[in-house]
């Protein structure tokens, strides 16, 4: 049972540039969500989706979307990358909404030049 | 909106000493709170959550509704404990409001 596993690790990009992070998990789980970390701001919630074909807005949606391809996978794009963007990038998932305990990835770290 | 305020970034600590990482939210109606962890090196877990009352690696959180706090307390800190730590509410539109986090530093 790996969990929830994130691709890539790291990234480094130049202002402008698109990429996808991609996310999956191996435990069933209805609800997945994508987060971003940044120093002192603990972690905002960028989408969620509560079930497969459906996603949501979270706090900090802006520059970005996501796409639910199936139960297992939820993949968060940035389609023209700006500096601000730099973080680090978290997927979690839940058995049932965000009542339930979430399960989260090891995380990516981007970074926007 | 809700709102979930740690006031620490750092809290430093010796060994066996108590702790307590403060944690205080604004939320109107009756919120879910969580604490989560995060070691060196491993991914955030849950470590526990009000609605359960346990103690978990010997912490304990009371739900303070008057005070609007949710205050994580250890008797006697251990090396170990040091982590990040966040509080994290569930309000409304059910999505979780983290806190900014305080690092926990336990020295020998």
């Known amino acids: 049972n790996a969990g929830v596993t994130q691709t890539p690790k790291f990234q480094v990009l130049k202002t402008g540039q698109s990429m996808t992070l991609q996310c999956a998990q191996d435990?069933?789980?209805?609800?997945m969500y994508w987060y971003r970390q940044d120093p002192g701001m603990g972690l905002r919630l960028i989408y969620y989706?509560?079930?497969?074909?459906?996603?949501d807005k979270g706090e900090v949606p802006n520059g970005y979307n996501v796409s639910r391809l199936n139960k297992r996978e939820f993949s968060l794009r940035l389609e023209s990358a700006a500096p601000s963007q730099t973080s680090v990038y978290f997927c979690a998932s839940s058995a049932r909404g965000t009542g339930n305990e979430q399960f989260f990835g090891p995380g990516t770290r981007l970074t926007v030049l | 909106a809700q709102r979930v305020t740690q006031p620490e970034k750092l809290l430093s600590v010796f060994k066996g000493a108590p702790v307590e990482l403060k944690c205080n939210y604004s939320y109107s109606g009756s919120p879910e709170l969580f604490w989560y962890v995060q070691y060196s090196r491993q991914r955030l877990q849950l470590l526990l959550r009000h609605i359960s009352r346990e103690s978990i690696k010997g912490f304990t959180a009371d739900l303070n509704k008057g005070e609007t706090s949710f205050h994580l307390k250890k008797p006697f800190a251990q090396e170990e404990d040091s982590a990040m730590y966040y509080c994290?509410?569930?309000?409304?539109?059910?999505?979780?409001?983290f806190g900014g986090g305080t690092r926990l530093m336990v020295k020998p």
């Open positions: 989706s509560a079930s497969e074909g459906t996603t």
């Open positions: 994290a509410l569930i309000g409304a539109g059910n999505m979780l409001t």
């Open positions: 435990m069933n789980h209805n609800s």
